[in-house]
């Protein structure tokens, strides 16, 4: 009934002027991809937008800017080029809300790439790692096409689609893109102390993808009946989940399971949650939705930033005018947990870049974008300790933030903040 065609056939059907959405991170469907950008001669543009996508994306390359244009809700390292060489954009959005784009027209989707687990007895196939914005995409594409990968894991949850929802299908075997985490280094292990230190048992989390979340993850070994709802998870909760340290048994929301909307790590984590009922993938407008979020009790979200001015702006998407990453889910889960009863919003970074200068700064860059500003930050964390600036005066904030500046950095910090105002 239902009848596989080659990458090269199915992607005839985009048009110029059409927008593509590929599904996010791990997922991305890579043979779709490469099919599209080899019809670059036949097509002029054509909007390709998603989240981060793994893998190559030569549709990319400014050499087929009049193809091809990149429109990224979430900036990865393989796309950045195209904003300084004008074959992309960015659109800011929260991640709990990019759904809702789909959802209500503002961005309309022709063309939607995703790659789905092999259909079972009964004709439905699995998202699996990544669910995040897909499911409003292929209800509101014109035109599905997915890769039936028997790599894909089948996650339990939303993701959950019949093979009669594909408008066409490629049938392609291949790995789902790994993502490795270097070990935490002794700066990192220090920052991953404090912020375990604040976390109680019961606590539920939210974490992103790094060595900081790796470290303090290390950390939590004698911590008891913890739970997770996060926007993603890899390899490192794992071992806290076989040794109960991670059960879910104090969530406010689907207590016992663990949430996400995607996951990205290695073939381990992929083998651990195919078919594994204890990890649930919901769409990411109920994940990141707010008043989902602080139904947990005692959440905690740790979220890092670029820099942070010592009023407690958090910079987390570009480096001045430099556009580097995305909203993303910052927000969501900040204001999700600082609502939350007992709940702790915690930013973690580094005291200091790797030549050395202040992320603690007097004032934010010029250009600067503003994630989560000073009134929803609770806790920030370095190396050198934590300081709570909820409740805190603009003053008494300089002084918790100075203290855990880099050494090498605080005078100048209060000095000028002090001198600027």
């Known amino acids: 009934m239902y009848k596989s065609v080659t990458a090269a056939e199915a992607v005839k059907v985009i048009k110029n002027n059409d927008r593509i959405y590929i599904q996010a991170a ?114 509101n594409a014109k035109h599905v096409i997915a890769q039936i990968n028997p790599q894909m894991p089948r996650t339990h949850g939303d993701g959950i689609i019949h093979i009669s929802e594909l408008d066409t299908f490629v049938e392609h075997d291949a790995p789902i893109h790994g993502h490795e985490i270097p070990n935490p280094n002794e700066i990192e292990i220090k920052i991953g102390d404090y912020v375990a230190e604040l976390i109680e048992d019961g606590s539920t989390l939210q974490m992103g993808i790094g060595s900081i979340p790796n470290a303090v993850l290390t950390r939590l070994i004698n911590h008891k009946n913890l739970g997770l709802h996060t926007e993603m998870f890899s390899d490192g909760v794992i071992d806290l989940i076989l040794k109960d340290v991670i059960n879910g048994n104090n969530k406010g929301v689907n207590p016992g399971r663990a949430m996400a909307t995607f ?92 030549k050395g200068i202040s992320r603690i700064v007097p ?4 250009g600067a974008g503003v994630v989560t500003t000073r009134a929803h930050v609770h806790y920030v964390v370095t190396e050198y300790g934590v300081a709570n600036l909820y409740g805190k005066t603009i003053k008494q904030r300089v002084h918790e933030l100075v203290k855990i500046a880099h050494p090498n950095h605080r005078e100048a910090i209060e000095k000028s903040y002090f001198e600027g105002i």
Do not use: W
């Open 26 to 139: 791990a997922a991305a469907p890579q043979i779709l991809m490469d099919a599209m950008t080899e019809r670059h001669e036949e097509l002029q543009s054509v909007e390709v937008s998603h989240l981060h996508v793994e893998g190559n994306t030569l549709y990319a390359d400014p050499k087929y800017s009049k193809s091809f244009h990149v429109n990224s809700f979430f900036i990865g390292k393989n796309v950045r080029h195209t904003l300084k060489a004008g074959n992309g954009s960015y659109t800011p959005v929260f991640l709990s809300e990019l759904p809702i784009l789909f959802k209500r027209n503002i961005v309309p989707i022709d063309v939607a790439f995703i790659q789905v687990s092999p259909p079972d007895k009964h004709g439905y196939c699995s998202l699996g790692v990544s669910v995040e914005a897909s499911l409003a995409a292929i209800d």
């Open 263 to 354: 996951l990205m790590g290695s073939k381990k984590l992929y083998d651990y949650v195919d078919d594994n009922p204890f990890v649930e993938m919901r769409a990411s407008d109920f994940v990141n939705d707010v008043a989902i979020i602080r139904r947990n009790p005692k959440m905690v979200a740790i979220n890092s930033a670029v820099e942070i001015d010592v009023t407690g702006q958090v910079c987390a998407d570009s480096i001045g005018t430099k556009l580097f990453s995305g909203v993303g889910g910052q927000m969501d889960f900040i204001r999700g947990a600082s609502l939350s009863d007992g709940g702790k919003a915690i930013i973690a970074l580094p005291s200091q870049t790797r």
């Open 363 to 366: 004032f934010l860059k010029n």
